[in-house]
């Protein structure tokens, strides 16, 4: 490739690396969560929700950085299994709060092995490196 298209080559590109981490590292969690009925997506609501219990749906959004067009129909999907309920807020109806059910909360027990699953199981980082690469991944999305 000639000198002047360098910055087009792939293995030049910081998204790509980031890109294919990103799909390994969820294509890691679908065995553990395909087995419970839940995608990655999901699970992540659910992270929030058994730390805070309730949310709003805009601060689900800003902590997960997701839009409403993804929310609101995984929250309408989890609404109907039974795991979350919305309402509106009795001050301002145009915002909707979602809460963790007790059937969402069951979910809690069967998720507490994941994580320490998908660290033992990863991609060769030591501890150092992988605090590091959490620092820099926050420092890249909070810029």
């Given at each position: 490739?000639?000198?002047?298209?360098?910055?087009?080559?792939?293995e030049?590109?910081?998204?790509?690396?980031?890109?294919?981490c990103?799909?390994?590292?969820?294509?890691?969690?679908?065995?553990?969560?395909?087995?419970?009925?839940?995608?990655y997506?999901?699970?992540?609501?659910?992270?929030?929700?058994?730390?805070?219990?309730?949310?709003?749906?805009?601060?689900?959004g800003?902590?997960?950085?997701?839009?409403?067009?993804?929310?609101?129909?995984?929250?309408?999907?989890l609404?109907?299994?039974?795991?979350?309920?919305?309402?509106?807020?009795e001050?301002?109806?145009?915002?909707?709060?979602?809460?963790?059910?007790?059937?969402?909360?069951?979910?809690?027990?069967?998720?507490?092995d994941?994580?320490?699953?998908?660290?033992?199981?990863?991609?060769?980082l030591?501890?150092a490196?992988?605090?590091?690469?959490?620092r820099?991944?926050?420092?890249?999305?909070?810029?």
């Open positions: 490739m000639a000198q002047e298209y360098e910055q087009l080559k792939l030049n590109q910081l998204c790509f690396p980031m890109y294919a990103a799909r390994k590292i969820v294509n890691a969690y679908n065995p553990y969560l395909s087995s419970l009925g839940l995608t997506t999901q699970y992540i609501v659910f992270m929030v929700l058994w730390e805070k219990e309730s949310v709003k749906v805009g601060q689900l800003e902590i997960l950085r997701l839009d409403a067009g993804t929310l609101t129909p995984l929250l309408k999907r609404e109907k299994e039974g795991y979350v309920t919305r309402r509106r807020s001050e301002d109806e145009r915002v909707t709060i979602v809460s963790i059910t007790a059937k969402g909360n069951e979910l809690k027990e069967k998720c507490k994941i994580p320490l699953k998908l660290l033992q199981n990863s991609s060769g030591d501890a490196e992988a605090k590091e690469l959490y820099l991944l926050y420092k890249f999305l909070d810029e």
